[in-house]
Nanobody, 123 residues
Framework: VQLQASGGGLVQAGGFRRLSCIASGRSFNIYTLAWFRQAPGKGREFAAAIRYGTSATYYSDSVKGRFTISRDNAKNTVYLDINNLRPEDTAVYYC?????????????????WGRGTLVTVSS
């Protein structure tokens, strides 16, 4: 599975950004696809996940209500919509996938990772 994240850039606080993650290769084997983020000087943090079979979505408490994860099957793409951006949302955002069940928030449970896309929020 290859994952390609895009959509990052410079955004003003309060703005909106849509990130995209295109899955290719053996993407039909994906069980869950998630977005993580890593702020400067900090560890990788779980943001959201979507289970392919049921389209169930999961969010960390820190982003719930502002982030929305969704999937376009025809485009093999998972989106992360970020509303009301805050300076603390500044981070590199990564998409990751796994082929089996596991713990959504645990980055070690994911098999494949995209390169990441940088979102910078100016105040």
């Amino acid at each position: 599975v290859q994952l390609q994240a895009s959509g990052g850039g410079l955004v003003q606080a309060g703005g909106f950004r849509r990130l995209s993650c295109i899955a290719s290769g053996r993407s039909f084997n994906i069980y869950t696809l998630a977005w993580f983020r890593q702020a400067p000087g900090k560890g990788r943090e779980f943001a959201a996940a979507i289970r392919y079979g049921t389209s169930a979505t999961y969010y960390s408490d820190s982003v719930k209500g502002r982030f929305t994860i969704s999937r376009d099957n025809a485009k093999n793409t998972v989106y992360l919509d970020i509303n009301n951006l805050r300076p603390e949302d500044t981070a590199v955002y990564y998409c990751a996938s796994r082929q089996t069940g596991g713990t959504n928030w645990c980055w070690g449970s994911y098999d494949y990772w995209g390169r990441g896309t940088l979102v910078t929020v100016s105040s």
